[in-house]
């Protein structure tokens, strides 16, 4: 948004502003199944094309790996399906009435799509149980936040995921003081608050030991179905052991899909081999 | 109880606001005991506090929008300025024909200009509710409008920090013009009375010094009411991750806007409530070294405590008040040197020596 279509708005008489303005996106439409579509995206940051005509659609319930080597794009991907860049061309919808291109971070994220960082983001000053807090689904107005209350059912629900992602002993603590693999688990347990139909994920196990590393497998596992995952990782034996026998997984390369299949088909794809597998 | 509530962790702010009211009680007291006696407290101290007072609520304001939303504001000076000049309008209005020129509607300096009539913007201050929302309503509003224009644009950092010197730097200049109807670069002074009491009678200072400390205390439980709350953490959220925050489907440019907004409003009280006491408010008041002075009072004392600032502003400015007095080529020098070792030493300022440390 640049200073002068601001200035436009503020001089406009009957502008309303969208703080004043209902919140509301369309409802979401999941009637064909496909809770994403992304068609035709492109987008190059200084003339180098870092996203190159994909193609992606999810599936409503459906938990996607998908890798591809570094620089490959996974992570603008994210960037573009949240509204932090912008394509250049092509459309991303949710469902099949939410244009996503349309719309900000903070209006995407109230529509149901939350977002884990690749590197892990939490709000560290804020103690473990405040973070979660935060990321808590509801809304998100700014009179509404002053006001609000922690109410008994949402404590529960707060104790049961910091069961969850292993920090019990910890609520008080400062998520700065965390260790890294720690943190990782809080930023998952934020976007459990955050109850969103579209998680994404970019590089969950960076940094866990091998035990910590099954343990997400399981949650994510257990959290396809009510919403639909996108898991981007590096780490093999942990696509192997998310995507199972019969899940989706994608080769992103350069910027667009190079194989999409099970595990077993892709591992055998002879371009994936070539740019991937078989480094 | 609510006061309960949102103090029961904040051990300064208690301390803090125990001190002010033991101050509303004593400082009547000490002014009228016998000028002889060892207690006495000169009415002359006694605005000096006063003073003081409402640069440490001009502090609280800075350490809402930087200590605790990460906004380095280096522009306050402007609305307590403008707050500062609504009140001393309301006080030129109260003048009526006692000035020289004995002109029962214009201020000396129109009558100088040779101006006819009230410019419009005049009309309405010899109301002092009139000026009361005047004060409050100028710096939010320009707040609000400065506010909407950056913060949607997402200008932040030091580029927010450079406009926002650019803005007290504007006003500045336009308020020494004569054309603009505010006195130009003498201001506004030689007030007589606020409501009907004589500025210079003891009962009128004292009742501004309570006032000053009311405000001071009031100010304070309301940025504590809102920053103990789930806004306040939103806040703190923001200063830290503001991307983050966004992703999580918050409105960073609307918790912004409404904070920055409060604060100058803030701002624009203590200014109303200094110009009585010092007598004057000129265009020197938008000097944006003045804004720069008050992120350093709070730096000194410690950010995103609210008392801190308290602290930073009355230590720095009693410093000030001894410098200046005595060795005043040296205190731009000392203030420069408290702020660099208070940076590199006591990142978490005078205050910090107190509190506990945090683990982060
Ligand atoms: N904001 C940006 N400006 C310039 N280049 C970028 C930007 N973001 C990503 N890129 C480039 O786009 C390519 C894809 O990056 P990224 O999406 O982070 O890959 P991945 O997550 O698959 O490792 C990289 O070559 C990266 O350098
Ligand atoms: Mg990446």
Same mark, same amino acid.
Request: net charge neutral; hydrophobic share 50%; with cysteine.
């Given at each position: 948004?640049?200073?002068?279509?601001?200035?436009?708005?503020?001089?406009?008489?009957?502008?309303?502003?969208? #703080?004043?303005? +209902?919140?509301?996106?369309?409802? &979401?439409? !999941?009637?064909? /199944?496909?809770? %994403?579509?992304?068609? =035709?995206?492109?987008?190059?940051?200084?003339?180098f094309?870092?996203?190159?005509?994909?193609?992606?659609?999810?599936?409503?319930?459906?938990l996607?790996c998908?890798?591809?080597?570094?620089?490959?794009g996974?992570?603008?991907?994210?960037?573009?399906?949240?509204?932090?860049?912008?394509?250049?061309?092509?459309?991303?919808?949710?469902g099949?009435?939410?244009?996503?291109?349309?719309?900000?971070?903070?209006?995407?994220?109230?529509?149901?799509?939350?977002?884990? #960082?690749?590197? +892990?983001?939490?709000?560290?000053? &804020?103690? !473990?149980?405040? /973070?979660?807090? %935060?990321?808590?689904? =509801?809304?998100?107005?700014?009179?509404?936040?002053?006001?609000?209350?922690?109410?008994?059912?949402?404590?529960?629900?707060?104790?049961?995921?910091?069961d969850?992602?292993?920090?019990?002993?910890?609520?008080?603590?400062?998520?700065?003081?965390?260790?890294?693999?720690?943190?990782q688990?809080?930023?998952?347990?934020?976007?459990?608050?955050?109850?969103?139909?579209?998680?994404l994920?970019?590089?969950?196990?960076?940094?866990?030991?091998?035990?910590?590393?099954?343990?997400?497998?399981?949650?994510?596992?257990?959290?396809?179905?009510?919403?639909s995952?996108?898991?981007?990782?590096?780490?093999?034996d942990?696509?192997?052991?998310?995507?199972?026998?019969?899940?989706?997984?994608?080769?992103?390369?350069?910027?667009?899909?190079?194989?999409?299949?099970?595990?077993?088909?892709?591992?055998?794809?002879?371009?994936?081999?070539?740019?991937?597998?078989?480094? | 109880?609510?006061?309960?509530?949102?103090?029961?962790?904040d051990?300064?702010?208690?301390?803090?606001?125990?001190?002010l009211?033991?101050?509303?009680?004593?400082v009547?007291?000490?002014?009228?005991l016998?000028p002889?006696?060892?207690?006495?407290?000169?009415?002359?101290?006694?605005?000096?506090?006063?003073?003081?007072?409402?640069?440490?609520?001009?502090?609280?304001?800075?350490?809402?929008?930087?200590?605790?939303?990460?906004?380095?504001?280096?522009?306050?000076?402007?609305?307590?300025?403008?707050?500062?000049?609504?009140m001393?309008?309301?006080?030129?209005?109260?003048?009526?024909?006692?000035?020289?020129?004995?002109?029962?509607?214009?201020?000396?300096?129109?009558?100088?200009?040779?101006?006819q009539?009230l410019?419009?913007?005049?009309?309405?201050?010899?109301?002092?509710?009139?000026?009361?929302?005047?004060?409050?309503?100028?710096?939010?509003?320009?707040?609000?409008?400065?506010?909407?224009?950056?913060?949607?644009?997402?200008?932040?950092?030091?580029y927010?920090?450079?406009?926002?010197?650019?803005?007290?730097?504007?006003?500045?200049?336009?308020?020494?013009?004569?054309?603009?109807?505010?006195?130009?670069?003498?201001?506004?002074?030689?007030?007589?009375?606020?409501?009907?009491?004589?500025?210079?009678?003891?009962?009128?200072r004292?009742?501004?010094?309570?006032?000053?400390?009311?405000?001071?205390?009031?100010?304070?439980?309301?940025?504590?009411?809102?920053?103990?709350?789930?806004?306040?953490?939103?806040?703190?959220?923001?200063?830290?991750?503001?991307?983050?925050?966004?992703?999580?489907g918050?409105?960073?440019?609307?918790?912004?806007?409404?904070?920055?907004?409060?604060?100058?409003?803030?701002?624009?009280?203590?200014?109303?409530?200094y110009?009585?006491?010092?007598?004057?408010?000129?265009?020197?008041?938008?000097?944006?070294?003045?804004?720069?002075?008050v992120?350093?009072?709070?730096?000194?004392?410690?950010?995103?405590?609210l008392?801190?600032?308290?602290v930073?502003?009355?230590?720095?400015?009693y410093?000030?008040?001894?410098?200046?007095?005595?060795?005043?080529?040296?205190?731009?020098?000392?203030?420069?040197?408290?702020?660099?070792?208070?940076?590199?030493?006591?990142p978490?300022g005078?205050?910090?020596?107190l509190?506990?440390?945090?683990?982060?």
């Open positions: 948004m640049s200073l002068q279509s601001t200035m436009a708005e503020v001089l406009d008489r009957d502008h309303v502003f969208s #703080f004043m303005a +209902p919140q509301s996106a369309a409802n &979401l439409n !999941v009637e064909k /199944n496909v809770l %994403l579509y992304l068609e =035709g995206i492109s987008v190059s940051f200084d003339g094309k870092a996203i190159n005509d994909l193609n992606l659609y999810i599936n409503d319930g459906e996607r998908i890798i591809g080597p570094n620089g490959a996974k992570t603008t991907m994210m960037d573009i399906i949240t509204g932090k860049t912008r394509p250049d061309s092509g459309a991303a919808w949710f099949q009435t939410i244009n996503l291109l349309d719309m900000d971070e903070p209006a995407i994220a109230q529509a149901g799509i939350g977002r884990k #960082f690749q590197k +892990p983001t939490v709000f560290e000053y &804020l103690t !473990v149980f405040e /973070n979660l807090e %935060l990321a808590m689904a =509801g809304d998100r107005a700014v009179l509404r936040i002053l006001g609000a209350r922690i109410s008994g059912e949402q404590r529960d629900r707060l104790d049961e995921v910091i969850l992602i292993g920090l019990k002993e910890l609520p008080q603590m400062r998520a700065g003081s965390l260790s890294h693999g720690q943190k688990w809080l930023e998952i347990g934020m976007l459990l608050m955050q109850q969103p139909r579209l998680l994920v970019d590089e969950p196990v960076a940094g866990m030991t091998h035990q910590e590393m099954d343990r997400t497998a399981e949650l994510l596992t257990s959290l396809a179905g009510k919403h995952v996108v898991v981007v990782e590096h780490d093999m942990f696509v192997r052991s998310l995507a199972g026998k019969d899940r989706t997984v994608t080769v992103l390369h350069q910027g667009s899909v190079l194989a999409e299949g099970r595990m077993e088909q892709v591992q055998n794809n002879r371009k994936v081999v070539e740019v991937y597998l078989g480094e | 109880m609510f006061l309960w509530r949102i103090m029961k962790d051990r300064g702010g208690q301390i803090l606001l125990a001190l009211a033991l101050s509303i009680v004593l009547p007291i000490l002014n009228s016998p002889d006696s060892a207690l006495y407290l000169p009415t002359y101290t006694v605005t000096l506090i006063g003073k003081y007072l409402t640069l440490a609520l001009l502090a609280v304001a800075v350490d809402l929008v930087w200590g605790y939303l990460g906004i380095l504001t280096l522009g306050h000076g402007a609305f307590f300025a403008l707050g500062g000049y609504a001393g309008m309301y006080l030129m209005r109260q003048i009526g024909d006692r000035g020289v020129y004995g002109n029962p509607e214009l201020p000396d300096f129109m009558v100088f200009l040779n101006w009539e410019p419009w913007f005049w009309q309405g201050f010899d109301q002092f509710w009139f000026a009361a929302i005047m004060v409050m309503l100028a710096p939010g509003v320009l707040a609000f409008v400065f506010g909407a224009l950056a913060f949607r644009s997402r200008v932040s950092g030091v927010l920090s450079i406009i926002t010197q650019a803005l007290t730097f504007a006003l500045m200049l336009a308020f020494y013009r004569n054309e603009m109807g505010f006195g130009g670069n003498n201001g506004l002074t030689d007030f007589k009375d606020l409501l009907g009491f004589s500025l210079q009678s003891d009962s009128t004292i009742g501004l010094f309570i006032a000053s400390a009311l405000a001071l205390a009031f100010a304070y439980l309301l940025c504590r009411y809102l920053m103990q709350s789930r806004l306040g953490r939103v806040c703190v959220a923001v200063r830290d991750a503001e991307s983050r925050a966004r992703f999580m918050y409105r960073v440019e609307n918790v912004k806007l409404w904070i920055f907004t409060i604060s100058a409003m803030i701002a624009g009280v203590a200014g109303a409530l110009v009585p006491q010092v007598g004057i408010i000129n265009p020197n008041e938008f000097s944006p070294l003045n804004s720069i002075e992120v350093v009072w709070v730096a000194v004392g410690g950010r995103a405590t008392y801190g600032a308290v930073g502003a009355l230590v720095i400015n410093a000030k008040s001894y410098f200046t007095a005595e060795l005043p080529d040296i205190w731009l020098f000392a203030l420069g040197g408290l702020f660099v070792l208070v940076t590199l030493l006591l978490r005078i205050t910090g020596l509190r506990p440390k945090e683990a982060v």
